[in-house]
C-alpha cells in the first residue's frame, strides 16, 4: 500500500495557460483550486507497470477508506483526461482494478450514423475489482481505439461485440455486467491493460495513426470506407 499513497501522493504541474497569446490580466483572477492539480500522472508506453500482469486487489483492502480514495483518484484522473476508462497500472499501480464511463459531452463530435455504427451511448461510473472478463458470441466490430497511456495515437482494433464482466464493485459486492456494442469495447481494452496488454498489441499496424490525422482523413466516414481506405 505505501508504493500506491506514494504514487497518489505525486503532484501534476498543470499548465492550463501555456500558448494562450492573450495578456495577463489586471486582476488576478480568483485562487479557486484547480480540480486536477493533484492527480497523479498518466504513465505512458514504456513504463514496465503497463507491461506487467496486475495483481488481485487483496480483499482485506478493499473497502478501506485509502481503497476508496483510490477509486477516487482513478476517476477523476479519468475524467480529467478525458476519458471513458483507465486501469490502475495506468497511475502505476498494479492493482486488477478499472473504472470507466461515457459521458453525453464525449459524444458530442460523433455524428448520429457514427453513434449508431459504434453503438455508442452515455452510461454511469462504473467500477469492476478483480474483473473477469469473457466474450459472448462470435461477433466482432472493428473500429479506431487511442490509449491515454499512448498519447496522441489511434489504431483500428477489432474487438467482440459483445462481453459479459464479473467482479467486485468498489464496495465488495459481486457484480456482473452484459453489455454490448461500445461499453464492451472500453471493457476489453481496460482488463487488457490488467495483463499488460496495450491496444497497440492488437491493431492492425497499417491504421496506427496520428490522431490528429486520423480525425482529418477518417472523421465522419463510415468504417467500412476508413478499411477499404486502408485495405484492411
Ligand atoms: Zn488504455
Redesign the pocket.
Known sequence: MKSILVALAVTVAVCSGCGSASPAPVTPPPASPKPNMNLPPIVQAGTAVLRSRAEDVPAAKIGTPEFHELVKTMIATMRAAP?V???AP?IGVPWRLIVLEDREELLKNLTPEERRERERTPFETRVFVNPVLRPIGEEHAMFFE?????KGYVGLVERSLEVEVTGLDEHGAPQTWHVKGWPARILQ??V??LEGT??VDRMKTRSFANADQAKALYAGKPIAEVRRMLGL
Open positions: 476519458g476508462g483507465l486501469a495506468q487511442g490509449c491515454l497511456s499512448v481494452h481496460e487488457d491493460h496495450l491496444y
